[in-house]
């Protein structure tokens, strides 16, 4: 096997490199394989190109789970051609042609990494005594197992039953060590958790600075924790809709008997995963105000929820992504597209062209905790009028909970952008707003802010984008996981569960789960649990995976086929524009076999021993 060449420098991006092909064949004129590992600046770039594999989640147009639920929404011309992650919004993709293909870049990354482990042992440190290389050995052994377990669990969360690899396969190996069958769902999960376990005593509890990206014990834990918690999920715990899914040797790959157990070891993860964080230093996040500047209790909640995400490496974030540093030149910058256009005179970016719907920004509570069709305090029958002698803002956008005015702009609203505060103008050939039908718009009428830094400048002479990383995991993730899986399997709210959900709570401005629903148990408490998770993670990709997981998907996001849900951006006047309506230039469609990704037919065609996912 050969290799390009051979890096004498290594640029972690973030400590997350982009992707580069390490591996890639080569003329017979230029080093082998060997020669990566001489030294031990050429074994550790080897480790750095183990990464590379790693989804960009920064790139809006490549991130999977992002622009693919009804959570957000392109401008009105936009097309399928162009913006191809549309097809999974609108169902018009198919296992000849699955969009993005989660399944052979991650077999390509495990593949890598067990070449890594293969060929460490042969280096010979020219630069550092061998108890010195010895100890970084240890930890890029681990990094690379971790890596091995993340690369498994990505094809799980997406295609449900896989092919586990346990070691490097030979290209010339026989056919039936080269292609093998997957295996059922519960011992794929069980064998990843062994490649977690196996990796987690030699990797470091925290990393520094110049690192920050890199493996962790800690993001080992929390990835268990976040697989235990899907097991014990509808979609894999008992779920009949899966009786036929067989292989060919007549083995389920699905159990379709439930196993309450599934939910305590998914509670008893979460708890470990969450004593490592809080061990290492991790916490919620809390804005600190500037010098000089005074919040109100509603204020700081509101900016505890703005910054979240965008605040980088804060102490609640557990792993974040960098490998990609978007510019507002990139064809997938997440804040080129979803900062409204206007704020600067420039006729490029920012675009403005991709923010929530109204479907979304419905799921966000009331001020006291509750949906907003089930608070008696919140005007819902009126919600699209505006208060009699008010001028701005109907009763939709009142009263509402800090999550939704940290992670949404809306028409006469706040927006943080350029370290200052602007007020958005959103209708018809307003400033922000729709100019006509085929340029780039905010179709719903509403702007993403959760994923614009506020520090973020643009003008009609120079943009400049303030970075940060990507929120692959986030303790609020595992404080909530914890809760639901103790809810599930007690039927109760109780202890540390409660106390942290509770945190949650607090951080956001909210009651506690006493005040909002006293006595809430069972299946009721449950459903809290679910629409706590939804609100909290909305617009980070999250979506996806728990609507499948919880067998919700296709009940919930029915009736878009026709198209998504917002308000009517061609409307001049309040009376206009706050009128919910169907956007019929952007469906979406999800139906019932969409829960598993469909494996890519050239695979099935290679490998005899390999079966569709149902529907496909």
Known sequence: MKIKHILLSFCLLGAMLSACDYLDIVPDDTPTLDDAFKTETGAEGFVFACYSKIPNYMHFRENTSWVTTPELVGSAHWTVQWFTFMQMQQATYNAADPVIDVWQSSYDGIRQCYTFLDNIDKVIPVKETPAAFDAKKKVWKAEVKFLIAYYHFLLLQNYGPIVVIDHLIPTDAPAEEMFQARLPYDECVNRIAAMFDEAIPDLPETVNEANLGRATSVIAESLKARMFLYAASPQFNGNTDYSDFKDKEGTQLISTTYDKEKWRK?????????????????????????????????????????????????????????????????????????????????????????GPTLWSTNLFLTENALPIDQDPKFHYADRFKLPEGETEIPYLHRNREPRFYGAVGFDDGSYLINSNTIKLALKFKEPNGAKDANS??????????????????????????????????????????????????????????KTRFNEIRKRAGLPSIDVSHPGVQGEDLVNVIRREKTVEFMYEGQMLYDYRRWKIAVKEWAGMENGMLGLNVYGSTPEEFYKPTVLDRQPFVFRSFQTLAPIKQDYLNKNIHLIQNPGW
């Open 440 to 497: 780039d718009q905010l179709y719903a009428g509403y702007a993403l802010a959760k994923f614009a830094h506020p520090n973020t400048y643009v003008s009609l002479s120079s943009n400049a984008l303030t970075y940060y990383p990507f929120p692959i995991i986030r303790l609020a993730e595992l404080y909530l996981a914890y809760a639901e899986a103790t809810a599930e399997y007690t039927g109760k709210l109780e202890g540390e569960a």
């Open 266 to 354: 998914a509670m008893d993860q979460c708890w470990v995963a969450i004593q490592a964080a809080e061990r290492s230093g991790r916490g919620l996040y809390y804005y600190t105000p500037k010098a000089g500047q005074v919040l109100s209790a509603r204020d700081q909640a509101i900016a505890n929820c703005r910054y979240v995400v965008v605040d980088p490496w804060n102490k609640e974030l557990i792993w974040g992504y960098t490998g990609w540093k978007e510019s507002f030149a990139d064809a997938g910058s997440i804040q080129a597209h979803i900062i409204p256009h206007g704020i600067s005179a420039s006729t490029g970016a920012p675009y403005g062209a991709l």
